[in-house]
Structure formats: structure tokens, C-alpha cells
């Protein structure tokens, strides 16, 4: 499987899926249709399929214009089903989603929205996780618990770690301010705060970001490991990290 990367309106990625055997090709969202055509048109692809991740416009607003064009089959969240445009597919926990011969695992990973769904392609070593995980942070709770995003976090966590994770945005290095903020400590992070600022001053991407990494450095999969130094020792691990996401808000 072939991926192109390419950014879109203020801070997102858009992301391109070729499945080579077959030629199928999909976009895991749709946060800008016209950026998304010329990439297809430069790579000399034809759209298949879309991927959604979760409902908010910045993820399907480019879905219906794409699909008039493609005709493509359009696969979301089951749980938003009444809100992804043009959805043919709905899927949850546990289902495969097929790309030409390349195959996705479904994970619901409610929090940022609660049908958020998170698609892994084991084979390829890759998840795209859409606003659930960011490099060095996570996204923010509209609609769900943090209960639930801590479950959903704990999910992504145990994937392979070498596992890419292509998270839909680029806020790597205000996720790496906060991230200091409360694990200083960390040599691992301020190693990794320190490449991403020289990345970030010669305009490379930090995403994806690999799943060992994120566990060596984002704060909010560290929740337990630096509860105590919050003052925070003896709560519930969902606990902590719902303190973390409430001074991350307030940051
Ligand atoms: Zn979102
Ligand atoms: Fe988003």
C-alpha cells in the first residue's frame, strides 16, 4: 500500500491510500475536496473510496463533492451514521474494511466524538486515527467521557509498536509545550520536543508518529506513570488522564 501525505486548510493532513494489486485508492477523509483532487491528479489516481473517521466537517465536509465526482464508496463510523454525507458503509469495533487486497481492522474509539472509529491496516504496519491521537497529545473531548477516550486511547496503545499512527492534524509542537509542561523530566520528550521544533523550522511534517515513541512521550497515554508527580497519586488511571485533558484545555 502506497500513502501520499499532503496538508489541507489551516493544520490538517489529507491521506491517500493506493492498494497497489488492485489499484483501488482510498481518502481516509475528506478535509478539502479541491486539495485532495489535485493530489489524486498529480499522482495519476483514481478515487475509490473514503474512509471517515468521524463526522466533523475539517473530516467528511468533502465527501458529497468527491463522490459526485468519483463516485466512490464512502465508509464511516456506524455510530454517525446520520452524520457522514453520502455514507454507503457504516462500520464499527471489529469489522474489516477492504481496500483492493489490503485490509483495515475497525476500532471505536469514542471521546473526540463518540462513533470516532480508527482504521487499522495491520499488514501495512498502519493506523489512521484521525482526532483521537496526536503526536505527543490527544484530542479533545466534545462529545465523550473521559473514561471513554482513556479506553480508546488504551486501545490504540496496544497496537504493534512499530505501528505509524497518521493522526489528522499537525499540532505536534504546541502538543510538545504542554507535554513539558507536566513531564519535564522526561529525557525522552525533551530529546523529541527538540527534533520536532528543528522539523517543524524546516517545514517537515511530524506525522505519522510511531506508536513507541508516542508511548515513551505522550503525556496523555503517560497519565499513570506521572499522576504522582501532579499530585495526583492513588487516582484511577482515567482519572488522571482526565485531569491532564483538563489542563491541556486550559493550557
Ligand atoms: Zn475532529
Ligand atoms: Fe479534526
Not at 483532487?37 to 463533492?65: K, M, S, V
Not at 480508527?118 to 484530542?139: K, P, Q, S, W
Request: glycine residues 8%; aromatic residues 8%; hydrophobic residues 45%.
Amino acid at each position: 500500500m502506497i500513502i501520499r501525505q499532503f496538508p489541507c486548510l489551516k493544520d490538517n493532513y489529507g491521506f491517500l491510500l493506493r492498494d497497489e494489486a488492485s489499484g483501488a485508492v482510498a481518502a481516509v477523509d475528506t478535509p478539502d475536496a479541491a486539495a485532495i483532487d489535485r493530489e489524486l491528479e498529480a499522482a495519476g489516481w483514481r478515487l475509490t473510496h473514503i474512509l471517515n473517521t468521524h463526522w466533523h466537517p475539517d473530516h467528511a465536509g468533502g465527501n458529497l463533492a468527491l463522490k459526485a465526482r468519483w463516485s466512490c464508496r464512502i465508509i464511516g463510523p456506524k455510530r454517525e451514521a446520520a452524520r457522514i454525507p453520502g455514507l454507503d458503509e457504516a462500520v464499527g469495533e471489529g469489522d474489516e474494511v477492504r481496500l483492493g487486497e489490503a485490509v483495515a481492522r475497525v476500532i471505536d474509539t469514542p471521546g473526540h466524538t463518540l462513533g470516532h472509529v480508527v482504521f487499522h491496516f495491520l499488514e501495512a504496519g498502519c493506523a489512521f486515527v484521525g482526532d483521537t491521537i496526536f503526536a505527543m497529545g490527544c484530542g479533545r473531548l466534545f462529545e465523550g467521557t473521559p473514561s471513554q477516550m482513556w479506553a480508546s486511547l488504551l486501545k490504540v496503545a496496544a497496537l504493534p509498536a512499530a505501528t505509524e499512527l497518521y493522526c489528522a492534524h499537525e499540532y505536534t509542537e504546541a502538543n510538545a509545550r504542554f507535554a513539558l509542561s507536566v513531564d519535564g523530566a522526561n529525557a525522552a520528550l525533551r530529546r523529541r520536543a527538540a527534533a520536532v521544533d528543528a522539523m517543524r523550522a524546516r517545514g517537515a511534517p511530524t506525522v505519522p508518529t510511531r506508536l513507541a515513541d508516542e508511548l515513551e512521550t505522550n503525556p496523555f497515554l503517560r497519565a499513570p506513570a506521572i499522576a504522582a508527580s501532579l499530585g495526583l497519586s492513588g487516582v484511577a488511571d482515567a482519572e488522571a488522564f482526565a485531569e491532564l485533558r483538563r489542563r491541556k484545555d486550559q493550557f
